[in-house]
């Protein structure tokens, strides 16, 4: 009778000490969820970064100045930079999208003309998970042939490396099925691109910042993106 009661305390005490556990187990997995991982509303994820972006006034003084030490060739590629630059402003203010990325022809600072946009947009996925997605516009003009050449992806993760890599440009999506945009050879003219990625849900909260280039097959960068967003 008194070793019942006494097995049964047992057991009792046993399961409080497995519901305890398991309590305490998803407490500190939902802490952690929160802390690290759950990027909250795309609205939201995406208004934090609209207002990063506002403090970031990049090129300011960089472009259209009148700067005397430059000679004819430097004014002018400055003021074609100008003139893309806001084309491409133009385009995101109009449409008010949320601007995380630029692309360029080239990597270099001086000589570089934009070509395109990166924004963040809502994204709703396989079983009604909201997310945000990024979608870059490129209008792009390429003057000689691409036959091939290379990807390079350098990723920053609260302003640590993280990750970097290169592909090589022509099999970059050749498993995107519909979605594959890259076929080589590119002929010499005028292309518009415009694709959308996913932003992964289990990505750690936190700033990222990536820059990706383009080279053709004599290892000459043709293009260059930076995007700068936070999760
Ligand atoms: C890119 O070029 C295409 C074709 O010329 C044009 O229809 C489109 O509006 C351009 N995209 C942007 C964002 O300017």
């Known amino acids: 009778m008194l070793n019942r009661a006494y097995r049964k305390m047992c057991n ?3 399961k409080k000490a497995l519901m305890l556990c398991c309590g305490v187990f998803f407490v500190v997995f939902f802490l952690a969820y929160i802390a690290f991982f759950n990027h909250g509303a795309p609205e939201n994820i995406m208004e934090q970064n609209r207002q990063n972006r506002d403090k970031v006034r990049f090129f300011e003084g960089d472009l259209g100045g009148e700067d005397s030490h430059m000679n004819d060739i430097e004014k002018d590629l400055a003021v074609e930079a100008k003139k893309a630059f806001d084309y491409w402003d133009t385009f995101i203010k109009k449409n008010d999208f949320t601007a995380i990325g630029e692309i360029y022809d080239s990597c270099e600072e001086k000589e570089r003309q934009m070509v395109g946009r990166t924004i963040m947009l809502p994204d709703v996925r396989w ?3 909201k997310g945000v997605k990024s979608r870059t516009f490129i209008n792009y003009t390429l003057d000689s042939e691409l036959t ?3 990807f390079y992806l350098e990723v920053k993760y609260n302003g640590k490396d993280l990750f970097s890599r290169n592909w090589e440009l022509c099999s970059l999506d050749e498993d995107y099925g519909d979605d594959r945009i890259i076929f080589c050879p590119f002929i010499p003219g005028d292309y518009s691109f415009v694709k959308d990625r996913q932003i992964p849900i ?3 909260k936190g700033r990222y910042e990536t820059k990706g280039w383009i080279t ?3 290892e000459q960068t043709i293009a260059c993106g930076f995007s700068d967003f936070s999760l």
Do not use: S, V
């Open 148 to 150: 091939g050449g290379k």
């Open 202 to 204: 289990y990505l750690p």
């Open 127 to 129: 079983g009604g998970i």
């Open 12 to 14: 009792l005490t046993l």
């Open 216 to 218: 053709d097959q004599e």
